[in-house]
């Protein structure tokens, strides 16, 4: 099962349950927007009257001015009482669609997976002192990665772990660390998560371009921002917060400001807006910190872009490792990451299976 081939929303559904829960990072994640040590998503669960289950997720990003996670349960409760999907938040729609995707595959075991289907990731390095990001870069880079995103703009963030930016040389030194690191061929791409003014992205981005930086994600706020700093640097730009939508995707490539776009399924909606966003923009898929459901949905979706128009998108990375940063998991079948890449399960729809007594271990 590939997303993007048929309509799903016409399924029938005999049950729901909604199922918040929390998965503790091995290390505080800290971005430029705030520290993390836990992520708390929700499962959604479905079953219809043969008993075939389909699993969908939501991450909240509050961090990102977003629904949280209380919002999210009462919008999914609603939706299991209604079956109505409108007004529905992205994060809650993104878990409807992939759950009710997830249940169509099922329902037809013979077009599950045969073979070994892979996705090409990048390593996610959580913003630190030089020293140590440049340290994690080569962990990462001891288990087949080539491509290195590193968190940066987070000097500011004020954080009760061991983050501690005070004693860091800041933004440049990481990215140097990391590229005297993992060598001159590897790929190495920023986020910034639209924390730089215009005037510090032009300045940053020119202190940055010697290190052959792959592309920056979203160095600023507004596209209007984006057109005047891609102006300004050598440095291919990518979306993320400012491209949300298909019309987003749409005036974002009229204006052509940027050379790609990170989707993540949760805020965009589900894997439908996420494939017509990647028809506008050349995309890559990004994960929200989401859990073993997320990811496998995020990986479908990245499957199926390697079959679109658009071959310059062929070579990035996808940011779909991050199941790597938690220090537990809700299933006891999920993808794989394995010398780089990630390994989808085998099996029909999305091929996670859920490990009832971790589920309910981590349920909040």
């Known amino acids: 099962m590939q997303f993007g081939f048929e309509r799903v929303l016409d399924v029938r559904i005999a049950s729901v349950e909604v199922i918040p829960y929390a998965l503790p990072f091995k290390e505080p994640y800290v971005t430029a927007r705030g520290v993390l040590e836990r992520r708390e998503m929700v499962l959604l669960r479905v079953r219809d009257a043969d008993g075939v289950v389909g699993l969908g997720e939501a991450v909240p990003l509050s961090l990102r001015g977003g629904v949280g996670l209380a919002e999210v349960v009462a ?11 409108s007004g529905l ?16 595959g099922r329902r037809r075991p013979d077009q599950g997976r045969s073979g ?8 996610t390095l959580v913003a630190g002192k030089p020293k140590a990001v440049a ?10 990665f080539t491509t290195f995103k590193l968190k940066l703009g987070a000097e500011s ?7 501690d930016f005070s004693q860091t040389r800041g933004d440049v030194e990481q990215v140097r660390a990391v590229r005297e690191a993992v060598g001159a061929e590897a790929r190495i791409r920023v986020d910034v998560n639209a924390t730089w003014d215009l005037e510090t992205a032009k300045r940053r981005l020119g202190e940055l371009e010697p290190f052959g930086i792959e592309l920056a994600e979203q160095p600023v706020g507004r596209l209007e921002e984006m057109a005047e700093l891609a102006a300004a640097t050598s440095i291919p730009l990518a979306a993320d917060e400012s491209v949300t939508s298909l019309d987003e995707a749409e005036r974002a490539a009229s204006m052509g400001v ?20 990647a028809g506008v ?6 994960s929200a910190l989401d859990g073993p459901v997320g990811i496998a949905a995020g990986a479908q ?19 779909l490792a991050t199941q790597r940063l938690f220090a537990e998991t809700i299933a006891v079948v999920e993808c794989e990451l394995r010398d780089g890449m990630l390994h989808l399960p085998p099996g029909p729809g999305l091929g996670v299976e859920i490990d009832e007594e971790a589920l309910q271990a981590h349920r909040i």
């Open 258 to 277: 940027c050379a790609y776009t990170g989707i993540k399924l949760s805020k965009v909606g589900g894997p439908e807006t996420a494939l017509a966003i």
């Open 75 to 85: 919008e999914l409760e609603g939706w299991a009482e209604e079956r109505s999907t």
């Open 157 to 163: 963030v004020k954080s009760p772990v061991k983050a």
């Open 135 to 144: 340290a994690d870069a080569e962990r990462w880079a001891a288990d087949g």
């Open 301 to 319: 979706v990245a499957r199926s872009l390697a079959e679109t128009m658009h071959p310059e998108r062929l070579h990035l990375a996808h940011g």
């Open 116 to 123: 070994d289907e892979t996705v090409p990731c990048n390593a």
């Open 281 to 286: 923009l050349p995309a890559y898929i990004t």
């Open 89 to 104: 938040s992205a994060p809650s729609l993104c878990a409807v669609t992939t759950a009710q995707a997830d249940l169509l």
